[in-house]
C-alpha cells in the first residue's frame, strides 16, 4: 500500500503542463534556480514555488542550497521518466 500511495504522488506530480514543463527544462539544463524557471514557465515565484514542492514531495527533483540560492537539479532518474513519457505519446500515433 505504501508503495502505492508513492506511486500515486508521482503520477499527480507529472499530471500538470507546468510541472512536466519544470522537469523538460531542468532535464535540459540539469540545474537551475527558481528565479530562472520562473521566467521561462512564465509563472509567478510563488506558483513556481508551490509546483517545485510537488515536484520535490514525489522525489522528482532535489533542492540543493548553495549560500543564499537554491538550485534545483532533476533526480537522475526522471530522464528515464521522461522518455517513457515520451515513448507512450509516440505509440498513440
Same mark, same amino acid.
Not at 499530471?15 to 519544470?22: D, E, G, P, S, V
Not at 523538460?24 to 509563472?43: A, G, W, Y
Not at 533526480?75 to 507512450?88: A, S, T
Given at each position: 500500500?505504501? @508503495?502505492?500511495?508513492? *506511486?500515486?504522488? $508521482? #503520477?499527480? !506530480?507529472? !499530471?500538470?503542463?507546468?510541472?512536466? @514543463?519544470?522537469?523538460?527544462? #531542468?532535464?535540459?539544463?540539469?540545474? /537551475?534556480?527558481? $528565479? *530562472? $524557471? %520562473?521566467?521561462?514557465?512564465?509563472?509567478?515565484?510563488? %506558483? %513556481?514555488?508551490?509546483?517545485?514542492? @510537488?515536484? *520535490? !514531495? !514525489?522525489?522528482?527533483?532535489?533542492?540543493?542550497?548553495?549560500? %543564499?540560492?537554491?538550485?534545483?537539479?532533476?533526480?537522475?532518474?526522471?530522464?528515464?521518466?521522461?522518455?517513457?513519457?515520451?515513448? /507512450?505519446?509516440?505509440?498513440?500515433?
Amino acid at each position: 500500500m505504501k @508503495q502505492i500511495k508513492k *506511486s500515486e504522488k $508521482i #503520477l499527480k !506530480a507529472l !499530471a500538470n503542463t507546468k510541472r512536466l @514543463q519544470i522537469l523538460h527544462l #531542468l532535464d535540459k539544463s540539469k540545474e /537551475l534556480d527558481i $528565479i *530562472s $524557471i %520562473t521566467k521561462v514557465i512564465n509563472l509567478h515565484y510563488k %506558483t %513556481t514555488a508551490k509546483h517545485l514542492d @510537488q515536484l *520535490s !514531495a !514525489a522525489g522528482l527533483i532535489i533542492k540543493v542550497r548553495k549560500g %543564499t540560492w537554491v538550485k534545483i537539479i532533476p533526480n537522475p532518474r526522471v530522464k528515464k521518466l521522461l522518455v517513457f513519457i515520451d515513448n /507512450l505519446d509516440r505509440r498513440e500515433r
